[in-house]
C-alpha cells in the first residue's frame, strides 16, 4: 500500500505542477507577485496531496519569529519539499539557485519572472560574488532570501555540512537570519520514490539578529539547526521508530 500510496502522489504531484504552469502562464506577463501567488498554490496543492494520498501531515511552529522585511530564510536541504513547503509564509522571496535550473522549459520561466538570484557554480569564487552581488539588490528591496546553508540535499540525519556562503552574505548585508529546522528528509527522502505517512515537524527557531562576526554567526547557526533538527528526528522516532530507516547518519 505504501507503494501504491507513493505512485499515485508522484503522479499527481507532477500533473498538478505542470498544470499549475500552464494555467499560470499570464502570471509571467504581470510581475514576480503574480508568480509568487502560483508557487504558493503550487505548494498548499502538494501539502494537501501529500495528506490525502500518503498521509504525510506538517506540524509548523514557531511561527512567531518570523519577522517583517528583509532578512535570510535559513532551512535544512533534505528534498523538494523544502522547496515549496515554506513559501506560504512569506510574501516577497527570492532563493539563491543554480542558473541551470532556470533553463527548464516553463519552470525556469516563472523563476526568471519571480526575479530570483540565479548563479553559475562552476565559477566557483566567483559564483559567491556574484550571488553576493545579488543577493544585496533583492535584500534592499525588503525582501526575504531563501539560503539553504549547505548548498545541497542531504539526507535527514546526516552529518552537517555547511558551507560558509551563507555565513559570507549574512555578514555582507546587515539583517537577521532565520533559521529553519525540520525533520521532512524522514518522509520525503532525497532520491527516493517513497513517501511516508505521518507528521513533518518544522521549527522556525529564534531570530539571529544582524551584526554578528561571520565565524561567530556561522557557528551559532549550524549549531542551533543541528540541535534542533535532532531534537525533531528523535521526537518523530519517539513516535515512529520505523522511521529510522529513512536516516543516514553517514550522509
Not at 10 to 27: K, Q
Not at 37 to 66: M, Q
Not at 108 to 121: F, P, Q, S, V
Not at 225 to 239: G, P, Q, V
Request: charged residues 20%; proline residues 6%; contains cysteine.
Amino acid at each position: 500500500m505504501l507503494v501504491i500510496r507513493s505512485l499515485v502522489f508522484n503522479i499527481a504531484f507532477y500533473v498538478v505542477l505542470i498544470g499549475l504552469l500552464i494555467v499560470g502562464l499570464p502570471a509571467l506577463f504581470i510581475d514576480r507577485f503574480a508568480v509568487f501567488f502560483v508557487a504558493r498554490l503550487w505548494g498548499k496543492a502538494s501539502l494537501w496531496l501529500l495528506r490525502v494520498i500518503c498521509g504525510t501531515k506538517v506540524e509548523f511552529r514557531g511561527a512567531e519569529h518570523i519577522p517583517t522585511g528583509a532578512f535570510i530564510i535559513a532551512p535544512k536541504h533534505q528534498s523538494i519539499w523544502d522547496v515549496f513547503a515554506f513559501l506560504q509564509f512569506f510574501n516577497d522571496f527570492t532563493f539563491i539557485l543554480k542558473r541551470e535550473l532556470t533553463w527548464i522549459p516553463f519552470f525556469g520561466w516563472y523563476l526568471w519572472r519571480g526575479e530570483l538570484t540565479a548563479i553559475n557554480r562552476s565559477k566557483g569564487a566567483a559564483a559567491l560574488s556574484e550571488a553576493t552581488t545579488q543577493a544585496a539588490a533583492h535584500l534592499a528591496q525588503g525582501r526575504q532570501l531563501f539560503i539553504f546553508p549547505e548548498g545541497t540535499r542531504r539526507p535527514a540525519g546526516a552529518p552537517p555540512r555547511y558551507k560558509f556562503g551563507v555565513a559570507h552574505i549574512y555578514g555582507e548585508n546587515n539583517v537577521p537570519c532565520l533559521p529553519v529546522a525540520h525533520n521532512a528528509g524522514m518522509f520525503w527522502a532525497r532520491r527516493s520514490f517513497i513517501r511516508h505517512p505521518g507528521t513533518v515537524l518544522v521549527e522556525f527557531l529564534p531570530l539571529i539578529e544582524a551584526g554578528i562576526p561571520k565565524q561567530a554567526f556561522f557557528a551559532r547557526l549550524q549549531e542551533t539547526m543541528e540541535a534542533a533538527s535532532n531534537r525533531l528526528i528523535d521526537e518523530t522516532l519517539a513516535k515512529n521508530p520505523e522511521l529510522a530507516a529513512t536516516l543516514d547518519r553517514n550522509g
